[in-house]
């Protein structure tokens, strides 16, 4: 089976641009999570996708959003970057949205300038 | 809010000691549990997980038993090996009202293991 796929795997931005990083989920899993690790912490959670539908967000500011597609794969878009953005950004599929264990991409780290 | 505590890093050891790595957490209901490990450049991997309490979550040699009286979670292994050498995290995850899950993570615990 594929597993989760995340692109590009390096991006380098601008402060104040905009960037949008991708994301296919393993096949036979209709939920999408997004984690945010900054350097020398534990991922936090952005948001999560259902049915193409946003149904749970983290402490994340509304410059950060999303899509689902039909297909289940899905992006991740931040607007007017600023510096604390820079991380590593983990894409994370599962079969359901409930308790079914999360299988992680190996994750877009984005550099902030 | 949930929350999960690990113990700082990095861990040193030397190949065939034995691994202890402290969690605790906090949570308002009944959390699962697990741990997942992260290699150098890549993503992260489920290692093991307890959804209950009294629960012991296995695999590839390394054990963890769901502790509600102590909230713990702590991680074990008998013998290291070099290629152990990674970061490990604890997570819980809940079910929110809306029928949503999510991972709180502890910081991370980075393992050294030398030869």
Known sequence: ETGVTQSPTHLIKTRGQQVTLRCSSQSGHNTVS?????????????????????????NFPPRFSGLQFPNYSSELNVNALELDDSALYLCASSFYRGNSPLHFGNGTRLTVT | GDSVTQMEGPVT???????????????????????????????????????????????????????????????????????????????????????????????????????
């Open chain 1, 34 to 58: 997004w984690y945010q690790q900054a350097l020398g912490q534990g991922p936090q959670f952005i948001f999560q996708y259902y049915r193409e539908e946003e149904n749970g967000r983290g």
């Open chain 2, 13 to 115: 050891l030397s190949e065939e000691a034995c691994l202890t790595i402290n969690c605790t957490y906090t949570a308002t209901g009944y959390p699962s549990l697990f741990w997942y490990v992260q290699y150098p450049g890549e993503g992260l991997q489920l290692l093991l997980k307890a959804t209950k309490a009294d629960d012991k979550g296995s695999n590839k040699g390394f054990e963890a038993t769901y502790r509600k009286e102590t909230t713990s979670f702590h991680l074990e292994k008998g013998s290291v090996q070099v290629s152990d050498s990674a970061v490990y995290f604890c997570a819980l995850s809940e079910i929110r009202e809306s029928g949503y899950s999510t991972l709180t993570f502890g910081k991370g615990t980075m393992l050294l293991v030398s030869p």
